[in-house]
């Protein structure tokens, strides 16, 4: 019910995706929604929970074991192999937009959720400043909110444009010249790209 709730969201938006609609599509009676949920904005809230709660599972578990470093490369990959999913990714991008000032339960889970990805990714930063990987003068909330937008910023551009715009290359990039400030260490595909220039 939560990943048919996702897809009518995603697809159509909050104000489109009424409990009708996704009792259809989900195979069951708006009586078993109302059973489990509230109201639609019940649904969306747990809908959203879930979502961030896979997402957030998908992250730390990839980090698992990794230098800091490879961490940091790590999580891209897992950002970008959600955006390119099919499993209807826009749906936390849509609600970001759709929800400031119109749902402030959804509002705060999705404020909540940017917060957390900034506090693991400025703690790698700071593992990675104590294993002597990173650079001590670089200051960890920085880095992590500058991660944060390249990977919203390239989600966005894929989702508007995914047949002109390489996610890959964006984000490889980004990671990239990041860690070359991180460690003032050129990586292998910089180095790369440079010679072939």
Known sequence: MLA????????????G??????ARKAGVTKGSIYYHFRDKEDLLAATVLDRIAEF???????????????ALRRIAHVCQDHAMSKDHPRFLIMLMIESIDTNQQVSDQLRSTMRGFRRFLAGLVRRGQQQ?????????????????SAVLGAEI??????????MDDALGHYIDTLLVSLNGVRTDSLQENGENR
Request: charged fraction near 30%; aromatic fraction near 14%.
């Open 4 to 15: 048919t709730a996702a897809d009518c969201f995603s697809r159509y938006g909050y104000a």
């Open 56 to 70: 957030e599972q998908r992250v730390q578990a990839s980090c698992d074991g990794l230098a800091a470093d490879e």
């Open 17 to 22: 995706s009424s409990i009708d609609r996704i």
């Open 157 to 166: 551009q894929y989702y508007q444009d995914p047949d002109s715009f390489c």
């Open 132 to 148: 002597e990987l990173f650079r001590a003068d670089v200051d960890p909330e920085r880095v992590a909110s500058a991660y944060t």
